[in-house]
């Protein structure tokens, strides 16, 4: 079962993502500075990726209801998100020597590889080896997280109970915020200690998933003729994750609650609404949400590099317009890594196409 409307969403979230980090991310790189930085829609452009957590609430769990054992749930993850990992790195990496006005840097190593490439935070690898990892892409801090979230949610599924998912994921996301409203209050060094767990693990980010599985629970329910109650469930659990959505403080932000509160009212009704289904499976749309995971990895720094070179290239073109040439570029690229790279490596990866004696060898 594949919702078209759900890789609209994604193309939605990537676009998003992409236009901030076009505007907003680096002023002191771009040749216009912070001169579109306070567009509502551009400046709150990060909430694709709450956007992309909901969605993946929703997707891992319809997943893991498909999936036999947890062992199998992670190889299937690892196998799709590995090798465009790999691609994008080395595309990354190699060049490196073009894109030198990078704003994260050139890392001066290739050891700036393993945190994508294990999908595990520079920080951890940093504490491992027992000196800096360097920063290849700031963008993969999702992917980190991603993965977290698959674990804990893979081995809830498969050791507690499918009943157990939610309740888990609701009570980390719960765990999260009286720790870190307590620490903000309180000097104590055990809730200390508790909230250094909470933010290794992210779960001030648990909050999505668990809105996106209500969803994925309600859309069952659906047809099978069930009440409302999830759908209901998961837009609470969605204005909850709304006003906590600010990192840095659980605190008040009208602009970047009210930003969260709609991208969590398109995604609620759009499992009720046809219309805003159709409107979410234009080609545009669907384009985008094909080529999303790709062009997430690569974008960043890469975009960021040719606005900068644009200004010399072409000082004819309008300030707004120069990200576009960079967009449409990586674009194609993103499209080519996803329609032909990606699925060879995924072919040559996928061990369970092997005779078993190849397998075990």
């Known amino acids: 079962m594949r919702l078209q409307f759900l890789d609209g969403f994604r193309g939605l979230a990537i676009l998003l993502v992409v236009i901030f980090h076009a505007y907003v991310q680096w002023p002191e790189h771009y040749p216009y500075g912070d001169s579109y930085a306070e567009f509502p ?15 993946s609430g929703f997707v891992i769990f319809m997943t893991l209801d498909k999936t036999e054992t947890f062992r199998l749930f992670i190889y299937k993850r690892w196998l799709r998100l590995f090798p465009s990992m790999l691609i994008a790195s080395v595309l990354i990496y190699a060049s490196l020597p073009i894109f030198h006005e990078r704003p994260d840097g050139i890392p001066p190593n290739i050891l700036s590889l393993l945190p994508g490439l294990t999908f595990t935070l520079p920080s951890w690898w940093s504490k491992l080896v027992g000196f800096d990892i360097p920063l290849l892409e700031s963008a993969f801090w999702s992917l980190y997280v991603e993965f977290k979230f698959y674990v804990i949610a893979g081995l809830t599924y498969f050791i507690l109970g499918r009943k157990f998912l939610i309740p888990i994921l609701v009570s980390l996301f719960a765990f999260w915020f009286v720790v870190h409203s307590l620490a903000t209050v309180v000097e104590f060094q055990f809730l200390g200690i508790l909230e250094s767990l909470s933010n290794a693990l992210d779960l001030k980010h648990f909050g999505w998933f668990a809105a996106g599985a209500m969803f994925y629970l309600n859309f069952q329910n659906q047809k099978a003729g069930a009440d409302e109650k999830w759908f209901n469930l998961g837009i609470l659990m969605m204005i909850a994750s709304s006003f906590t959505v600010k990192s840095e403080a659980v605190g008040f932000d009208f602009e970047i609650i009210t930003g969260a509160l709609l991208i969590s009212a398109i995604f609620a009704v759009s499992f009720k609404s046809r219309m805003l289904q159709q409107l979410l499976q234009s080609k545009i749309l669907l384009f985008f949400g094909f080529i999303s995971y790709p062009l997430y ?36 690229v993103a499209y080519v890594i996803s329609r032909y790279w990606e699925p060879r490596l995924i072919k040559l990866l996928d061990l369970r196409r092997y005779p078993k004696k190849v397998r075990q060898a």
């Open 41 to 55: 829609v551009i400046k709150l452009g990060w909430l694709g990726v709450q956007l992309f957590f909901l969605i």
């Open 297 to 332: 990895l690569i974008h960043e720094n890469a975009m960021t590099s040719i606005i900068i070179k644009m200004a010399d290239l072409a000082p004819w073109l309008h300030p707004f317009l120069s990200p576009y040439p960079a967009i449409l570029c990586l674009a194609g």
